[in-house]
């Protein structure tokens, strides 16, 4: 019997998260594919420093990623 909480490096693959770009396993998957299950929207607002970076929602990221795409073509 496991007397510890599972950490990330004990269930494999992981993945980092597109909107924050944060390491989760596939029992921490989100409902969007590359994304974990946290709030994201609580999660930016809490990291004022790191909003150059961080996505609030999936919506936010794709038009991000497609404007990049559309840059780079």
């Known amino acids: 019997m496991r007397l510890r909480k599972p950490h990330l490096k004990d ?16 029992d921490h998957k989100g ?19 790191a909003q150059n970076y961080l996505y609030r929602t999936y919506e936010d990221w794709e038009k991000d990623y497609d404007q990049m795409m559309a840059e780079e073509v």
């Open 11 to 26: 269930t494999l693959p992981i993945q980092l998260c597109v909107l924050c770009n944060r390491p989760f396993c596939v």
């Open 31 to 49: 409902k969007e594919d590359g994304v974990c299950e946290i709030n994201h929207e609580t999660y930016y607002r809490n990291h004022p420093a």
